[in-house]
């Protein structure tokens, strides 16, 4: 079992940057990839960017490509979420979730374990 908490969110103007974190409980997070998912209200749950176990590869959806970066402190259980050139379009739930295999999935259905979410709001 994970336990997946984010924190980080917040109202940021077009243009600024936050940082999002995603602390797990397992002793074994090193084992796992890690993935960042939104949502906006509406909408689906999309893939933003993931990174695997144990290659570290990473991937990104096309639109945060340049602007977002996933990168992971096993020694923390902690995987973050740099945002910058933060978009109006960017507004959504973010969250973070966890599956035990060597690569990146990019469907929801791909993890078992989720946070909670936290907000990230944009303003033009």
């Known amino acids: 079992q994970v336990q ?4 980080g969110g917040g109202l940021v103007q077009a243009g600024g940057s936050l940082r999002l974190s995603c602390a797990a409980s397992s002793r074994s997070f090193s084992s796992y990839t890690m ?3 939104r949502q906006a209200p509406g909408k689906e749950r999309d893939f933003v960017g993931g990174i695997s176990w144990p290659s570290g590869r990473t991937e990104y959806v096309d639109s945060v490509k340049g602007r977002f970066t996933i990168s ?4 923390k ?6 945002l910058n050139s933060l978009k109006p379009e960017d507004t959504a739930v973010y969250y973070c979730a966890a599956r ?7 469907r929801p259905s791909d993890y078992r374990y989720w946070g909670q979410g936290t907000q990230v709001t944009v303003s033009s």
């Open 100 to 106: 035990f295999s060597g690569f990146v999935g990019f």
């Open 72 to 75: 992971r402190d096993n020694a």
């Open 77 to 82: 259980n902690t995987v973050y979420l740099q």
């Open 35 to 37: 993935s960042w998912f």
């Open 4 to 7: 997946l908490v984010e924190s």
